[in-house]
């Protein structure tokens, strides 16, 4: 088969090293790996497989679905591995219910309404062998998406403590600003989680931080922190780079120069003619466009890396991205067709960090990740 035109290497020495940075930012915290949305887009199965190794006792991964979770479910089944899977959005009706229940799942309770379909199953089921329930309380701390208010928080807790069912029950928030430093929700929402589950009765297992509160709110590590973003080597802040917190990129997308074209003073290049070349000028076409994940939004000026003549030279993008290939001003560039093309991640020594380039496209890492499609070729190294 020939090589494909754009691929993604997938580098899992710098997932496990990222992980072990989470460790180093909440040490002797149980850590919750979050692989939803096919592992940020990294590829679920080939994640979860290295995250196995470096996962202890009382960790466990995340995703967002049953069908997320029951996919993992056979990957980690055919590892031999018993790592509990936790699913971040809890069931929808009682079939799904019924499913997280039987299939041994953590689940978030984050509505009354999911309280009443479990005591409808448990009533319905009452002769039956106790379950297990390993549920997740979630609570609404200020981000007003998914949780609990206050006020349904305690009777929905004691009748949980009350059951005769084994398990682990955990009490969970989610933060809706902590990638800015010192936000003053952040603040409130971390003060608020603490005071609510002080004053539960019993036990209390708490996980409040993503990414975000584990490298920069130490004081909500809590019992369990729940890392997805930097796993895969991006930064959880907005105003800083991953490297700041020792993260390695883990997908570096890659793509060839198709051709060079040489240019016109005058003339235009590329969809809408919105870049206008000021003199003569070597244009690339790189083999790789929004059809394979990369930003139609990204202007000319965001930089890619090409590698030629055995140095690293940096590339602004000149016209407007299209389906199949994006093109680049190679003014000052010895480049050739078939020469490799860094969009985002590191190679040759050098670091193009995605932020970067999610930066100038208007977006978030975790959105050019998970929107890399099947056309670019995987390659887990
Ligand atoms: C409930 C919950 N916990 C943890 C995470 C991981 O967040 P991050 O990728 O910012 O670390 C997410 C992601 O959206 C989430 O929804």
């Known amino acids: 088969m020939p090589d494909a035109h754009s691929w993604a290497d997938i580098d899992l020495q710098a997932l496990q090293h990222n992980l072990g940075r989470a460790r180093e930012f909440a ?220 993260l390695k990129p883990v997908m570096s997308l890659k793509s060839r120069l198709l051709t060079i074209n040489q240019v016109k003073a005058g003339d235009t290049v590329g969809y809408g003619a919105t870049y206008h070349c000021k003199e003569d000028m070597p244009v690339g076409v790189i083999g790789i466009g929004y059809g394979d994940g990369y930003p139609r939004h990204a202007p000319s000026g965001t930089p890619v890396l090409i590698y030629a003549q055995g140095k690293v030279w940096e590339a602004p993008l000149a016209g407007r991205v299209s389906m199949d290939m994006l093109t680049v001003d190679l003014r000052g560039i010895p480049a050739s067709p078939g020469d490799e093309v860094l969009l985002w991640g590191q190679s040759w020594g050098s670091e193009l960090p995605a932020d970067r380039i999610a930066r100038h496209a208007g977006t978030i890492a975790y959105e050019l990740f998970c929107q890399v499609t099947s056309r670019v070729k995987f390659i887990y190294r």
């Not at 470096?54 to 996919?71: F, H, I, M, P, S």
């Not at 998914?146 to 928030?173: F, K, N, T």
């Open 27 to 246: 040490p002797g915290k149980r850590v919750c790996a979050v692989i939803k949305a096919n592992a940020y887009g990294h590829g679920v199965h080939a994640i979860a497989e290295a995250l196995l190794p470096v996962l202890n006792d009382g960790d466990c991964v995340a995703v967002a679905t049953l069908n997320e979770a029951l996919a993992l479910r056979q990957t980690l089944e055919h590892l031999q591995s018993k790592t509990p899977v936790l699913v971040l959005r809890g069931p929808l009706d009682i079939t799904e219910l019924e499913a997280l229940v039987q299939g041994g799942f953590h689940w978030v309770m984050h509505s009354k309404y999911q309280a009443e379909l479990l005591k409808g199953w448990l009533d319905a089921h009452s002769a039956a062998k106790k379950p297990i329930l390993n549920i997740w309380l979630k609570i609404n701390t200020g981000m007003n998406r998914l949780g609990l208010r206050v006020d349904d928080l305690q009777p929905i807790w004691s009748w949980l403590q009350s059951l005769d069912a084994p398990g682990e029950r955990v009490l969970m928030s989610h933060f809706a600003t902590a990638d800015e430093h010192d936000h003053a929700l952040a603040k409130t929402q971390q003060q608020t989680f603490a005071q609510i589950t002080d004053n539960l009765s019993g036990a209390r297992t708490r996980s409040l931080s993503a990414s975000a509160g584990i490298v920069c709110w130490p004081d909500a590590h809590h019992s369990i922190v729940r890392p997805g973003i930097m796993l895969y080597g991006a930064s959880p802040m907005v105003d800083a780079e991953a490297a700041k917190y020792g």
